[in-house]
């Protein structure tokens, strides 16, 4: 407790959500360099900087579990996208695809393209990554899963099967030496073509690295359609088989044959956290988006296009007007279009509610930072969950919604002092009005900025200001570190 003691800043009269399920309470935050040194009662300190918060709330800066940011930070560092909804700290490497490692494969295979441009990827290693990290030091937290795609690609010469034992021992090695320089944990995106044919065993072989270092298995299930069920068996086995933690990655019902699954899907989930640690994450829209899977073309849904390489002026359509126009069918006119990118309208809105407001789903935007023509959660997620679904819809607490966004993240992760208002711990925090926080971000206009969010700062610093544009942000200090998992059992 400091009394008399100067402090950096003084953030006073707020509501404080400290990362918990519980109500909050009137008071304040000092913060002295990257940390908080004092919470309620802060009319003791002096400081350098005073922010009066006018009442409203404070909360953990917000962790985004789910992101393809790999390259987005090195390429854009000042992370407008993220800071603006309050988004203090991204884990990339999700559904299978990270860019470390990569050790001069001849093409990138999909999907690790949505993470960039093949010239961008030059780090074989972590180490190499975190080196230009802390060189061009992003305005957010990083933390890095390592994807079983890009293994696979670094050693199989074709990924249409299943690898070999030196094969899988050379996946090994490579998982082994990013764990060792701080990689959360390891992902899989079964579901696509160029990890569909991975054996459960070769699944388990690579979980294994992850004992000794506390590791963390997330996946992008073989499928979330039809026999997700099975899916989510798969994906309980491989975890079990090491006793390591499981995240299923946005967790959906896919498809309308589907759609209003959410709760029998959630209580399969339930079932299986009496035998092991699971969760899941998810995102507040009823549409996914990623690369054009010609499996899942069909006519139930719409599909709209957001780039395409061969034909680009075919992007911003649906695939329906497309193929209209071309007088073909709608397989035909993906074949023709690919690859291309592609927003799916696949799922049912109450299904999405169910498993947002779900006590034990985090929230991730999976956003695709490439993308020319996004799906809207890369701006919009995080107050999308506090203002459509808490505030609007009251389908859940402010306070729940929070935690799912702040200390079950950085629990569930590891990412040890990080998701709460204690304390020791970094001041990662996010000022927002919690009676006007939105989302403005849509599937026509997917760039626009939220409402609400009043400042946010990382590590101490301020890193956004409400008003803030590409432009003014560029002119703020860059705070984020990159992060490693703890090694402390949860």
């Known amino acids: 407790m400091i009394s008399t003691e100067l402090v950096d800043t003084v953030i006073h009269n707020v509501m404080i959500y400290n990362g918990e399920y519980c109500d909050p309470k009137l008071g304040g935050v000092a913060i002295m360099g990257e940390r908080i040194v004092t919470i309620g009662n802060v009319s003791h300190c002096r400081a350098k900087h005073y922010v009066d918060g006018q009442g409203c709330a404070l909360a953990p800066g917000f962790i985004d579990v789910h992101t393809h940011d790999d390259l987005e930070v090195l390429r854009n560092p000042h992370m407008l996208n993220k800071l603006s909804q309050g988004v203090t700290t991204v884990i990339t490497g999700n559904c299978g695809i990270s860019a470390v490692p990569f050790r001069g494969a001849e093409k990138l295979v999909d999907p690790i393209n949505l993470l960039g441009d093949e010239v961008e990827f030059r780090f074989a290693t972590l180490a190499e990554y975190q080196s230009q990290y802390a060189k061009v030091r992003p305005s957010v937290n990083t933390a890095m899963l390592i994807g079983h795609t890009s293994l696979r690609a670094q050693v199989m010469p074709a990924l249409g099967r299943t690898a070999t034992s030196d094969e899988i021992a050379q996946m090994q090695a490579l998982l082994t030496e990013a764990l060792a320089d701080g990689a959360l944990g390891f992902s ?44 989510m068996d798969e994906a309980f086995a491989s975890a079990k088989s090491a006793q390591v933690p499981l995240v299923i990655s946005h967790l959906k019902c896919a498809g309308k044959n589907n759609w209003g699954r959410a709760k029998q899907v959630l209580a399969h989930l339930q079932k299986q956290r009496q035998h092991q640690a699971v969760c899941c994450d998810c995102y ?195 705070a984020g570190q990159f992060l490693v998992r703890s090694q402390d059992k949860e």
């Open 188 to 231: 899989t995106g079964l579901a696509y073509a160029n990890a569909n044919a991975a054996s459960f065993a070769e699944v388990c072989d690579l979980i294994q690295c992850l004992v000794p270092y506390n590791g963390i298995y997330t996946t992008h299930l073989r499928t979330e359609f039809d026999a997700i069920l099975d899916a």
């Open 284 to 478: 507040p829209y009823a549409a996914s988006s990623s690369t054009l899977d010609l499996k899942q073309v069909t006519d139930e849904s719409e599909i709209f296009i957001t780039w395409s390489e061969p034909h680009p002026d075919m992007a911003q359509r649906t695939l329906k007007d497309i193929a209209s126009m071309w007088q073909v069918s709608l397989l035909e006119a993906a074949q023709r279009l690919s690859p291309a990118g592609a927003v799916y309208h696949c799922m049912d809105e109450q299904d999405v509610q169910d498993i947002v407001c779900h006590e034990h789903s985090m929230i991730g935007s999976d956003g695709l930072p490439c993308d020319p023509h996004p799906h809207p959660r890369l701006w919009g997620t995080f107050p999308r969950v506090l203002g459509q679904y808490a505030r609007q819809l009251h389908a859940l607490d402010l306070s729940l919604a929070i935690h799912k966004m702040t200390a079950l993240s950085s629990r569930t992760f590891g990412l040890k002092n990080r998701g709460e208002i204690k304390e020791g711990y970094f001041a990662d925090l996010v000022l927002f009005d919690a009676k006007t926080i939105s989302d403005q971000a849509t599937y026509s206009q997917p760039h626009k900025q939220a409402r609400g969010i009043k400042q946010v700062w990382v590590n101490g610093r301020t890193s956004f200001k409400e008003g803030d544009d590409q432009f003014s942000i560029q002119q703020r200090h860059r």
